[in-house]
């Protein structure tokens, strides 16, 4: 059992960043894969990006490659998203998952945080 907590969601203008922070709860987080989707207004749920148990592999989904990046640190237990160059389209609620099993991580993720709300400006 893991608990998700996120938090560095905002306000913030077109162009600029943001980085999102997910505090779990287990003292086993290395032992579970780490991800963000995120829900636009009158969007389903989309998944964002994902990292294994170590942070050796990440994914990502097209819109972000080369402006979101996923990592982790399990000495603290936290995985953050930086998110730069942000876009209208990128305003959501943005969720973190986790799963011990990594394919399914990036589908129906067994863990969820409560999600926080990133708003991007024109």
């Known amino acids: 059992q893991v608990q998700l907590v996120e938090s560095g969601g905002g306000l913030v203008q077109a162009g600029g960043s943001l980085r999102l922070s997910c505090a779990a709860s287990?003292?086993?987080?290395?032992?579970?894969?780490v991800g963000w989707f995120r829900q636009g207004p009158g969007k389903e749920r989309e998944f964002v990006a994902a990292?294994?148990?170590?942070?050796?592999?990440?994914y990502y989904v097209d819109s972000v490659k080369g402006r979101f990046t996923i990592s982790r640190d399990n000495a603290k237990n936290t995985a953050y998203l930086q998110m730069n160059s942000l876009r209208p389209e990128d305003t959501a609620v943005y969720y973190c998952?986790?799963?011990?099993?990594?394919?399914?991580?990036?589908?129906?993720?067994?863990?969820w945080g409560q999600g926080t709300q990133v708003t991007v400006s024109s």
């Open positions: 287990a003292r086993t987080f290395s032992l579970y894969a």
């Open positions: 998952a986790a799963d011990q099993n990594s394919g399914r991580l990036r589908t129906i993720p067994n863990y």
């Open positions: 990292t294994n148990w170590n942070g050796g592999s990440t």
